[in-house]
């Protein structure tokens, strides 16, 4: 793919000022994609092929029994990885690290864990590396507290309106 964009001479640069964040998603994107994956096929593995047959029967064609059937009953597979998902993102360190050294368009504090790394072992100030990793995992407490809490409302919600 890039030797046919070099030969129409387009050239990306994907360390560049506007590419480097759109790359450190992509890494980050497909490191934890398996997980997931696995993740959701189990959850779909679990379902009842017998609520999946009974919606068939009732009429309902592949994407109503995707939205209406199955996802409801992998909700809470949904809302894990969500979870897994939001903290790995708070503690996003090795990609922006690695991509660092070879780019200067990334700061030391392009997050939380890389901002605690440069306050402990660049700057040696440990005070300040420790109280910003209670900060971030007080963010993360509290975070995932209100993911729960608004995941479990609408499935009271839901759960009600039945």
């Known amino acids: 793919m890039i030797?046919?964009?070099?030969r129409a001479d387009i050239t990306i640069d994907f360390l560049g000022v506007h590419t480097v964040l759109p790359s450190i998603v992509n890494i980050a994107l497909w490191s934890?994609?398996?997980y997931n994956m696995v993740v959701f096929y189990a959850a779909l593995q679990a379902v009842p092929r017998?609520?999946?047959e009974a919606s068939v029967v009732d009429g309902a064609g592949p994407v109503r029994t995707a939205l209406q059937v199955k996802t409801p009953l992998v909700r809470s597979s949904i809302v894990m990885v969500a979870m897994f998902t939001l903290i790995f993102a708070l503690q996003l360190f090795t990609e922006?690290?690695?991509l660092s050294q070879s780019t200067?368009?990334?700061s030391s504090r392009f997050s939380p864990s890389m901002y605690i790394y440069d306050a402990a072992f660049t700057r040696n100030n440990y005070g300040l590396a420790a109280a910003a990793s209670v900060v971030l995992l007080l963010c993360t407490i509290a975070l995932s507290y209100g993911v729960t809490r608004w995941t479990n409302r609408a499935n009271?919600?839901?759960e009600a309106a039945r």
């Open 156 to 158: 009271a919600q839901e």
């Open 96 to 98: 922006p690290m690695l």
């Open 32 to 34: 934890n994609l398996g």
């Open 3 to 6: 030797e046919l964009l070099g």
């Open 104 to 106: 200067p368009m990334i």
């Open 50 to 52: 017998e609520v999946i």
